[in-house]
């Protein structure tokens, strides 16, 4: 539950990875949670690039969440699931700008980018320090 909002998140992807473990099929709820997962686990499959894609894989982690709330008797509904969570903007900017840096030096690694360098003559002025004082004693 608490990292709902950022399924990439390791201990979110290892929560869904037990729970074939913690759901065992002994009554009809668990049963419920293993076929939500399994749903989900296909669709996770397939190709996650496109917002269509995204989206139909946000609604069935939803519907896993809400169905392992009953078979733990919690009364979630798939609209709290969706809308109460907090995720600052300022963590997805974070996410997305590593994403995209990452994207972008892996095209360089792979040379499939250019990397425009410019070199500039060093014709500057020398910068005027003030002396030291072991100097200024000298």
Same mark, same amino acid.
């Given at each position: 539950?608490?990292? @709902?909002?950022?399924?990439?998140?390791?201990?979110?992807? /290892? =929560?869904?990875?037990? *729970?074939?473990?913690?759901? $065992?099929?002994?009554? /009809?709820?668990?049963?419920?949670?293993?076929? %939500?997962?399994?749903?989900?686990?296909?669709?996770?499959?397939?190709? /996650?690039?496109?917002?269509?894609? /995204?989206?139909? %894989?946000?609604?069935?982690? *939803?519907?896993?969440?809400? @169905?392992?709330?009953?078979?733990?008797? #919690? $009364? !979630? $509904?798939?609209? #709290?699931?969706?809308?109460?969570?907090?995720?600052?903007? &300022?963590?997805?900017? *974070?996410?997305? =700008?590593?994403?995209? *840096?990452?994207?972008?030096?892996? @095209?360089?690694?792979? &040379?499939? &980018?250019?990397?425009?360098? =410019?070199?500039?003559? $060093?014709? !500057?002025?020398?910068?005027? !320090?003030?002396?030291?004082?072991?100097? %200024?004693?000298?």
């Amino acid at each position: 539950m608490m990292y @709902r909002a950022t399924r990439l998140n390791l201990n979110f992807v /290892q =929560a869904l990875n037990v *729970i074939d473990v913690v759901f $065992d099929r002994n009554n /009809q709820k668990e049963k419920e949670v293993r076929t %939500a997962w399994k749903v989900l686990l296909d669709h996770l499959t397939t190709d /996650q690039a496109s917002l269509p894609a /995204q989206q139909k %894989a946000f609604d069935l982690t *939803i519907t896993l969440l809400v @169905r392992m709330g009953k078979s733990l008797n #919690y $009364d !979630f $509904d798939e609209v #709290y699931l969706k809308r109460q969570v907090y995720q600052p903007i &300022g963590h997805t900017q *974070i996410e997305e =700008a590593q994403d995209e *840096i990452r994207t972008l030096v892996l @095209r360089l690694l792979k &040379g499939q &980018g250019r990397l425009p360098i =410019a070199v500039f003559p $060093d014709k !500057f002025d020398p910068l005027p !320090f003030p002396p030291l004082k072991n100097d %200024a004693e000298d």
